[in-house]
């Protein structure tokens, strides 16, 4: 048997690359979709004008903001920063919320699965 040519791709059981990445693609979009409705239904509830936010909700709103991109593409003019805040300690849950938010985010996007 002869030994496979390093320029050839190799076709077996697997789905081709455009597949793949179009079933990535939609899953993305369903998933930006959805979090968009959802933050759309819960920008209200949690940016109310009775409130006064502090480190909490500070890290709420900050783990929140990136999901608001959808919602803002959609054309929908939701906040992402409460102006009435407690001050410094709202700014720190805003901050720590955020990072807490992208580590998990690029956390999962970066995984490598191990190699046995």
């Known amino acids: 048997m002869a030994a496979p040519i390093a320029n050839e791709v190799s076709t077996?059981?697997?789905s081709p690359w455009w597949k793949t990445l179009l079933v990535k693609a939609v899953v993305l979009i369903s998933l930006?979709?959805?979090l968009g409705a959802a933050y759309d239904w819960a920008a209200p509830r949690m940016y109310g004008q009775?409130?006064?936010p502090g480190f909490r909700l500070g890290m709420l709103h900050?783990?929140?903001m990136p999901v608001a991109l959808p919602t803002l593409?959609?054309?929908r003019d939701v906040p992402i920063y409460a102006a009435t805040n407690t001050g410094r300690l709202?700014?720190?849950g805003y901050i720590a919320g955020i990072n807490l938010c992208g580590m998990a985010?690029?956390?999962?996007a970066f995984r490598r699965p191990r190699c046995r």
Do not use: E, I, T, W
Not at 105 to 108: E, I, K, P, R, S
């Open 62 to 64: 900050g783990a929140l």
């Open 105 to 108: 985010f690029f956390g999962a």
């Open 73 to 75: 593409l959609m054309g």
């Open 50 to 52: 009775d409130r006064v």
């Open 32 to 34: 930006g979709l959805l």
């Open 12 to 14: 077996g059981p697997s």
């Open 90 to 92: 709202y700014k720190l």
